[in-house]
């Protein structure tokens, strides 16, 4: 694809700006709405669809010039909504799978994997996208846009992406019908290597998580 048609001036930049308030607010509803726990035999797999969504927007926003907002200063959105019972239900929810296994930069040599959680990611997603979400209410559309793309590139693009390889891997375990690891349990505070990580991992077949969070292996 062409710089020019990444960087193509002939769409109006306030629908370029619904467009991506669009994505971002459907996320938010729809994870929220996934956190209630109202169905969740569909969970893992409409997290998967909601999050790779998400990174459709962020890859127009990380593709588009640098957005400069009106104002020198960022004024203040208020202040931020608490997000810890919605991290609680979606790791009460996502239970058997919530901890794996992440690399944060791949681009820097010999770092060993770390744990992380899918519910304290998506929370912390959510609250950079309510962030910008509050200036774009307030009407503030410069200063939404611009804080939507500098924390993509800065923290909720890589947390979304990670995520989304942990969705796309329990999904493709059990419709494969594959053992998974499991890391639940683990310290997700503590950087722990390769052997720390081997070692206190068990085995957990497939059939134990597949009932309750709605996949089924292929036949």
Do not use: C
């Not at 960087?7 to 994505?23: G, K, L, Y």
């Amino acid at each position: 694809m062409s710089d020019a048609t990444l960087h193509a001036t002939h769409q109006n930049p306030d629908d370029f700006a619904v467009q991506i308030a669009d994505q971002i607010e459907s996320f938010l509803v729809a994870v929220t709405e996934v956190a209630r726990g109202d169905e969740p035999a569909s969970a893992v797999p409409f997290l998967l669809l909601e999050v790779s969504q998400l990174l459709l927007a962020g890859g127009r926003l990380g593709a588009h010039e640098d957005i400069v907002p009106d104002e020198r200063y960022e004024p203040d959105p208020g202040p931020e909504q608490d997000v810890d019972e919605l991290r609680e239900n979606l790791a009460r929810l996502l239970d058997p799978v919530d901890v794996y296994s992440e690399v944060f930069d791949p681009y820097e040599p010999r770092k060993a994997p770390v744990p992380a959680r899918i519910s304290d990611d998506l929370t912390d997603v959510i609250t950079d996208l309510r962030h910008g979400m509050a200036h774009y209410r307030a009407g503030r559309t410069s200063e939404a846009l611009w804080w939507w793309q500098f924390s993509y590139f800065s923290n909720w693009g890589s947390t979304a992406s990670a995520t989304l390889r942990a969705l796309q891997s329990v999904v493709a375990h059990v419709r494969l019908d594959q053992p998974l690891a499991e890391l639940d349990g683990l310290d997700t505070d503590e950087d722990l290597g390769d052997e720390t990580l081997e070692a206190e991992a068990g085995r957990v077949m497939v059939e134990e998580i597949a009932g309750p969070l709605g996949l089924r292996p292929v036949k």
